[in-house]
């Protein structure tokens, strides 16, 4: 079982917009901007989309934002493209005494 | 081009060891946090182990006292070795940069070698 708390699945139309969560506790997500967000394509490696909570790496779109409100975090993919469907994996940092990190089990989106 | 190559993985029996290696281009171990991340099939992410530029290293609880992460900075590359190894360890491993790009956040990744544990 995660530490954090993603729903398995999630699915849009192209040019719609889709928001996943990702739930935590007081001592993670609620505790401390340092969210992360992974895209993962089948048989590929991790990607990092968004870090500390809002901030994208260079050289992705502005079409993934994130945000976080008490002990959720929330990955908004805004104006759907084929290429967006992909597992998706929240991180949180949890506290010097806990793991480096905690992630949730990822969540499946399918661009309908 | 920045990244990270693993490599090492195979068929173990339980209780067996392995070493998995992640050699790393155009950046240096010894300046940057590595990290292995490990994925069971069909399952999340899991945090595995950590080792700072300042050489410190960190574990969950899950591998603590069976896996021990190591550098050589004359070869640039990271090692894990694995002991003790349980059927549980089965998953695809990891070797990612991390504390470049904000916060615990992970911004290069290898593309991953495979562990299974299985008599």
């Known amino acids: 079982q995660s530490a954090l708390t993603q729903p398995p699945s999630a699915s849009g139309s192209p040019g719609q917009s889709v928001t996943i969560s990702c739930t935590g506790t007081n001592s993670d997500i609620g505790g401390y901007s340092y969210v992360s967000w992974y895209q993962q394509h089948p048989g590929k490696a991790p990607k990092l989309m968004i870090y500390e909570v809002t901030k994208r790496p260079s050289g992705v779109p502005d079409r993934f934002s994130g945000s976080k409100s008490g002990n959720t975090a929330s990955l908004t993919v805004s104006g759907l493209q084929a290429e967006d469907e992909a597992d998706y994996h929240c991180?949180?940092?949890?506290?010097?005494?806990?793991?480096?990190?905690?992630f949730g089990g990822g969540t499946k989106l399918t661009v309908l | 081009e920045v990244q990270l190559v693993e490599s090492g993985g195979g068929l173990v029996q339980p209780g067996g060891s392995l070493r998995l290696s992640c050699a790393v281009s155009e950046f240096t171990v010894s300046s940057n946090y590595i990290s292995w991340v490990r994925q069971a099939p069909g399952k999340g992410l899991e945090w595995v182990s950590v080792i700072f530029s300042d050489g410190s290293t960190y574990y969950a609880d899950s591998v603590k006292g069976r896996l021990t992460i190591s550098r050589d900075i004359s070869k640039n590359t990271v090692y894990l070795q694995m002991n003790s190894l349980r059927a549980e360890d089965t998953a695809l491993y990891y070797c990612?940069?991390?504390?470049?790009?904000?916060?615990?956040?992970?911004?290069?990744w290898g593309q991953g070698t495979m562990v299974t544990v299985s008599s």
């Open positions: 990612a940069r991390a504390g470049t790009v904000g916060v615990r956040a992970f911004d290069i």
């Open positions: 991180s949180s940092y949890a506290g010097s005494d806990n793991p480096y990190v905690v």
